[in-house]
């Protein structure tokens, strides 16, 4: 399993909430995002995407949510 970039790190660091969404929700399964199968890359974006819903207040959460769509 490859490690986690100094650079893959810090993007994933700045993005919102909403942006992980996007990405989780929206590449499509035949692209190959690194940030959802690049090894520890993939494990870093996930628990920082679960560490940065459970910091939002429920209403946020939602809207999130509701913008990002499915």
Do not use: V
């Given at each position: 399993m490859a490690d986690?970039?100094?650079?893959?790190?810090k993007e994933i660091d700045a993005m919102?909430?909403?942006?992980?969404l996007q990405i989780w929700r929206h590449?499509?399964?035949q692209q190959q995002h690194p940030f959802l199968t690049h090894g520890?890359?993939?494990d870093?974006?996930?628990?920082?995407?679960?560490?940065?819903k459970d910091a939002l207040p429920h209403s946020q959460r939602v809207?999130?949510?509701k913008n990002v769509g499915w």
């Open positions: 986690i970039t100094a650079a893959e790190k919102t909430y909403a942006q992980h590449t499509p399964s520890t890359a993939a870093y974006f996930l628990s920082e995407m679960w560490r940065k809207a999130a949510s």
